[in-house]
């Protein structure tokens, strides 16, 4: 399962990951992986990447970081930032647009496959 998360800079991209890991009864810290990239998570069964490819700058990064290793179809992703990495990472599942409003957010999500789609029928 991959999720593409697009929004500015404070859209909520981390607190939406943090927000869906609390619900799956994660009880640790969630922080933002900017720096660091990924973080994992291994929660009920589910492993869980959070990658953040704003400081990605090259497919050179990506290849030296090992990250296609991750892509085995045994994780399940949020992917923040993902045009830095288009070619490199599998296409979405999901999309989920952010945008800042006066009074909130404004979040569309788009189901982009069957497993998408699935996923948003009980919603």
Known sequence: MVIYLHGDMGAGKTTLVRGVLNALGYTG?????TYTLVEPYH???LNIRHFDL????????????G???EFD???IFFIEWPERAIGLIPRPDLQINM???PHGRHVKI?????????????L
């Open 29 to 33: 810290r969630v922080k933002s992986p």
């Open 43 to 45: 929660i009920a069964e």
């Open 54 to 65: 704003y400081r990605l700058h090259n497919e050179e990064e990506w290849e030296a970081a």
């Open 67 to 69: 990250f296609r290793d």
């Open 73 to 75: 179809g045994h994780n």
């Open 99 to 101: 945008e800042i409003v």
């Open 110 to 122: 788009k189901a982009c496959t069957p497993t998408g789609r699935k996923c948003l029928k009980p």
